[in-house]
Nanobody, 115 residues
Framework: QVQLVESGGGSVQPGGSLRLSCAAS????????MSWLRQAPGKGLERISY????????SYAASVKGRFTISRDNAKNTLFLKMNNLKFEDTAVYYC????????RGQGTQVTVSS
């Protein structure tokens, strides 16, 4: 069965950086596109980034474009999200998912941006 384990979240000040990881198992990671989603307090899920299976094609939501970078290591079945210049509005629980779906997803990792 698909298992996704997100990590790397934490508390940072505005302008700071974090790198999230998603360890994947239970499916052929290298054959699967992947996405990062987030859910801010009181809001719905937002797809913020997508990467095709070979890593050659990526896309970003306007809210994070130019600040976040998605990448993957197919040899290690791991998805990454490097987040720079974090803003208050980036505070959310971050999830990885397979393809364009919203489930299944892991427990998420909390990112809190505060001064």
């Amino acid at each position: 069965q698909v298992q996704l384990v997100e990590s790397g979240g934490g508390s940072v000040q505005p302008g700071g950086s974090l790198r999230l990881s998603c360890a994947a198992s239970g499916f052929t990671f290298g054959n699967s596109a992947m996405s990062w989603l987030r859910q801010a307090p009181g809001k719905g899920l937002e797809r913020i980034s997508y990467i095709k299976r070979d890593g050659g094609t990526t896309s970003y939501a306007a809210s994070v474009k130019g600040r976040f970078t998605i990448s993957r290591d197919n040899a290690k079945n791991t998805l990454f999200l490097k987040m720079n210049n974090l803003k208050f509005e980036d505070t959310a629980v971050y999830y990885c998912t397979v393809g364009m779906g919203t489930t299944p997803r892991g427990q998420g990792t909390q990112v809190t941006v505060s001064s």
